[in-house]
């Protein structure tokens, strides 16, 4: 089997393809992996066993069809993560998203259609759906997006909606609440805040703190991925949870607990512009569908991401000074 991973030296990505090369997901035994990765800020090679024989690595962009078509040719199967990724960023400036999330997905599919690869994993974020006051968002809500990231990401999903009632490509979308662990980028909630306690500074609270999310172990959520790749249907969507509901002020608790850190390490800024209050997701399909479950508590992973954190500052700092965070 050969698998085409699109941003695979990111967070998630690196993640999945790790696991793969280590043989992790049932009937990928022995798989073969291109990666394709432009490496933006957020992509990094150190993320990826770049020795491992079984992997391929391409730096290259999901806009660019002649690369595209021309190394697609020969894969099973293409797990589709790049993406830009951060909503601050969006709010800031929104272009970069709409190429490309909207764009660079459809050229992707683009591709994918030419050469007559699939299936495709499209994977996408629950922030698609909006905010819910009560209750949980099931796939066949309405999008109601709300960020120029989430915009973007609609956009993705919609598009790839439309390559399958169009074209009949086969391609299959999941949809994640907020992932953390192992590997994430420092400007990311849960290790921004580990990162700058281990540091002894401050970390940037917004608001009240009362804002909602889910998490997700970024290897639950893999496994996810894997399933919908080994047996999810054409044309589906697929949320992918971890039961897990948080308001924000109350995971800022955990991580200063875990860190040594008391709330004179907090500062409370303000609200970032359109700032979603809550997220919830309804993933019984994909649990009746495929078997998917949680693993990992939120109390063992988020002690075991701050672990990683303190015992890796080689790979995070380099990470936080081109940021400028801190």
Same mark, same amino acid.
């Given at each position: ?18 696991? =793969? /090369? ?7 035994? @022995?798989?073969? *992996?291109? +990666?394709?990765?432009?490496?933006? #800020? ?65 050229? =992707? /599919? ?7 690869? @699939?299936?495709? *994993?499209? +994977?996408?974020?629950?922030?698609? #759906? ?66 700058? /306690? ?129």
């Amino acid at each position: 089997m050969r698998v085409f991973v699109t941003g695979g030296a990111g967070f998630i990505g690196s993640h999945y393809v790790r696991t =793969l /090369l280590a043989d992790g997901y049932p009937g990928c035994e @022995g798989a073969r *992996v291109t +990666v394709l990765d432009k490496l933006s #800020y957020a992509g990094n090679t150190a993320n990826l066993p770049m020795d491992d024989e079984r992997l391929t690595f391409l730096r290259g962009d999901v806009l660019d069809q002649e690369l595209l078509r021309r190394v697609l040719p020969g894969h099973d199967a293409v797990v589709h993560f790049a993406a830009e990724s951060h909503v601050d960023r969006s709010v800031d400036g929104a272009t970069a998203f709409v190429l490309n999330n909207v764009l660079g997905t459809q050229s =992707l /599919l683009d591709a994918c259609l030419h050469t007559g690869t @699939g299936p495709v *994993v499209h +994977v996408s974020t629950d922030e698609v #759906y909006g905010s819910i006051a009560t209750g949980a968002w099931s796939e066949d809500e309405p999008l109601l997006p709300n960020s120029p990231y989430s915009a973007s990401k609609a956009g993705s999903d919609l598009m790839a909606r439309a390559y399958h009632r169009t074209h009949g490509l086969d391609v299959r979308i999941t949809r994640c609440s907020n992932n953390y662990g192992p590997h994430q980028h420092p400007e990311k909630l849960i290790p921004n805040f580990v990162t700058r /306690l281990l540091r002894g500074l401050t970390v940037p609270l917004y608001g009240d703190g009362a804002n909602v999310r889910e998490w997700l172990h970024v290897d639950d959520h893999c496994r996810a991925i894997a399933l919908v790749l080994a047996r999810g249907r054409a044309g589906e969507v697929y949320n992918v949870g971890g039961a897990t509901a948080l308001t924000n002020r109350e995971m800022t608790r955990r991580l200063l607990e875990l860190c040594g850190a008391d709330w004179d390490r907090v500062e409370h800024v303000a609200d970032r512009k359109g700032h979603d209050l809550r997220y919830a997701i309804d993933d019984a399909k994909i649990r009746a569908e495929l078997g998917y479950a949680p693993r990992h508590t939120l109390e063992a992973g988020l002690r075991e991401a701050v672990e990683w954190y303190r015992d890796h500052p080689g790979w995070w700092k380099p990470l936080v000074e081109r940021s400028g965070n801190g």
